[in-house]
């Protein structure tokens, strides 16, 4: 008995020495009734990157399994001037990632954010093939290692300087089954979160995102090569290999293709949501507004393998588009729902558009059902573009086998 408490007492000495030897605080260790000992807790020293990748590095090394805590306070993410390209801060799938606990409304958003990260100066991207990523997850696509990355808002230096004219990623979620980012705020974090699959295999992502404001006021979206706003949200296979299951396998699942976006707040982006090459969003519950509508919602046509997959777009509000100008869907690729939606402020809700230049019928819209949604008399419900007709590739009309998936998805429930 003797020998055990020495033994305790030595790895909590040699732990607590480690802890401080890293920069990490308050810290939790458990030792269950064998002895063993478990790291539930790591709070990184403070927002700055380098201190949250240590905190993240130290949960990899010891179990691989765990949460990292990001103190309360308003950090300089980078240091001012510091540059880097790929990721700031890698986050390997089963280490979740939490910002300080908020109190949030009874409808579930966050009153005020306590753990503020901010980019304090501008960090150069090509706005194509090289943006920066504050934050990557990357996983395997395991099943038992999800990851979650809550309560935190990101401050890029767009805030400080609005003529910036960098795009940059918040988040991208690479290969990671189960992922959740929730009651977060990115504000003027200009290419939006990614979440898909790489590595030119077949690997797997779905997960769910959920309470999140997303926000822009300043840049621009066109002409393309100038585009300083990307996507608020990108939902896409890795480009090298397709998957096309049937409609009916599609709606109301989820697969491992799948993102659910529920509960959010999006305003000016190139598109709030876009999917592309066999990709599949449900989105539900969200609100849009003061967007662009440059297709507020997208479903890319086929550029590599195949289109879009499908998307799920029911119980939103689209509202007050730049000039009252826009329109809120592009169905350009793919299928799916959109109905129990109200609009107001957009001139068109659905834009149906056949591209023959990139893709073969498999991949034109159509398996569209459109139905029940509140639309003012100066908007058009459905503008079709190209050989789309009515009741062949759209219907006004639910699908008498679809049933919408569970809301709120288990994950945003807890």
Not at 7 to 20: A, E, K, P, Y
Not at 61 to 75: K, L, M, R
Not at 190 to 218: L, M, W
């Amino acid at each position: 008995m003797q020998k055990t408490k020495v033994w305790i007492w030595l790895v909590l000495t040699m732990f607590i020495w480690v802890s401080f030897s890293f920069g990490f605080s308050g810290t939790e260790v458990i030792i269950d009734n064998t002895g063993q000992i478990s790291i539930s807790n790591i709070t990184a020293k403070s927002g700055y990157w380098r201190d949250i990748q240590d905190a993240v590095n130290w949960v990899v090394a010891h179990s691989g399994i765990g949460n990292v805590y990001i103190p309360e306070g308003t950090w300089n993410f980078i240091n001012v001037s510091e540059s880097w390209t790929g990721a700031r801060v890698t986050i390997p799938a089963g280490v979740n990632v939490f910002g300080a606990p908020t109190e949030k409304y009874a409808n579930g958003t966050v009153k005020e954010w306590k753990t503020v990260l901010v980019m304090p100066s501008s960090v150069w991207s090509d706005n194509e093939d090289n943006i920066p990523t504050w934050f990557k997850i990357v996983g395997n696509s395991e099943p038992n290692k999800p990851s979650r990355f809550s309560d935190i808002k990101l401050v890029g230096y767009r805030s400080i300087n609005n003529s910036d004219p960098y795009m940059h990623y918040a988040i991208e979620v690479e290969n990671v089954i189960d992922f959740r980012i929730d009651h977060c705020y990115f504000e003027h974090t200009t290419a939006g979160v990614s979440c898909g699959s790489a590595y030119e295999k077949p690997t797997q992502f779905r997960g769910v995102i959920d309470h999140c404001f997303f926000v822009n006021h300043y840049g621009v979206i066109e002409p393309y090569e100038d585009k300083t706003i990307g996507y608020g949200v990108s939902v896409m296979i890795d480009w090298h290999y397709a998957v096309w299951d049937s409609i009916e396998q599609v709606l109301g699942h989820y697969n491992n293709y799948t993102v659910f976006i529920e509960d959010c707040y999006f305003e000016k982006w190139r598109h709030c949501v876009c999917a592309n090459n066999g990709g599949h969003y449900v989105f539900r519950h969200n609100i849009i507004k003061n967007d662009f509508g440059f297709g507020s919602l997208d479903l890319h046509e086929k550029r590599t393998q195949t289109s879009a997959r499908a998307a799920e777009i029911y119980e939103n509000q689209f509202l007050d588009s730049e000039d009252g100008q826009g329109d809120a869907i592009w169905w350009r690729g793919g299928g799916g729902v959109a109905f129990n939606n109200t609009v107001a402020g957009y001139k068109t809700f659905a834009f149906l558009i056949e591209n023959a230049e990139y893709q073969n019928e498999t991949f034109q819209p159509h398996d569209i059902w459109i139905w029940n949604n509140s639309i003012p008399a100066n908007c058009i419900l459905i503008s079709a573009d190209g050989d789309i007709k009515q009741d062949r590739d759209y219907f006004l009309n639910a699908p008498s086998w679809y049933t919408p998936y569970p809301y709120p998805h288990p994950f945003a429930s807890g």
